[in-house]
């Protein structure tokens, strides 16, 4: 009898669940790992390294790593093809699916790792876009990866490095979106935005649940807006003792 086609069976055991991030682990029939992803009329199955469709542009681990080679290659600078922003917003969806389902998943690193390749797409964007529009139409996206990638990295450096190093992990993540509102002129107030505004709740917790007040990083911001120089030098020295641990 021939193996049914449907997968009716998969969806039964797997309910969709509206509003949630519904992802999961499993192994493949050749004993790798896949990732899965419920969505409302099936399920989205991705690989857990490289493209998550698991497949090699021009042999390249990704189409940005294809693209960054034809760049290299050209001998005037590069404009990309109708084709090839085709074929770059495929990867943006790609990636920002494996990215969501990492963060519900708790698997902060790889979320990182994923929101640094969009990140580094958007910069190929900007550089060979053949149309600011097109340019645009990623862009406003920018600030959302960058707190999905701040978020992630926090909760990795809460679990390997502590709370004091969370909270300096977001303190370097908001002044990254506070350049991006800046180089666009957004009119609304950065501390307003909604973005901002969660990462300061989460930093918040953090300070209140593990008892955490002035990092050393922001003590020696303190103290050079103060000019208490002999301050700022003392922490100095203490932040290159820690960074050496």
Not at 32 to 38: C, F, G
Not at 46 to 65: I, N, V
Request: net charge negative.
């Amino acid at each position: 009898m021939d193996e049914p086609q449907d997968i009716d069976g998969l969806l039964r055991h797997w309910p969709f669940e509206a509003g949630m991030i519904s992802a999961r682990l499993v192994p493949a029939q050749d004993g790798r790992e896949v990732l899965q992803m419920r969505i409302e009329m099936g399920i989205l199955q991705m690989e857990t390294s490289g493209r998550p469709d698991g497949e090699k542009p021009g042999g390249a681990g990704t189409y940005l790593d294809f693209l960054k080679a034809e760049a290299a290659r050209q001998p005037e600078p590069m404009r990309l093809t109708e084709e090839q922003t085709l074929q770059v917003d495929r990867e943006f969806y790609q990636f920002y699916h494996r990215r969501v389902c990492w963060l519900a998943l708790r698997e902060f690193a790889r979320a990182v790792a994923d929101a640094d390749h969009t990140l580094a797409l958007m910069d190929f964007v900007q550089e060979y876009s053949p149309a600011e529009e097109w340019v645009l139409s990623h862009e406003q996206y920018r600030p959302f990866v960058l707190f999905h990638r701040t978020q992630a990295a926090a909760l990795d450096c809460l679990e390997k490095a502590g709370a004091e190093v969370a909270i300096e992990e977001i303190n370097q993540g908001l002044e990254r979106m506070r350049r991006v509102f800046e180089e666009a002129q957004v009119e609304e107030p950065f501390e307003e935005d909604e973005l901002v505004v969660q990462l300061r709740r989460l930093q918040e917790w953090l300070r209140e649940h593990y008892d955490v007040g002035r990092t050393l990083s922001e003590q020696l911001a303190d103290a050079v807006a103060h000019e208490q120089y002999e301050v700022a030098a003392r922490l100095r020295d203490e932040i290159a003792k820690r960074s050496k641990r």
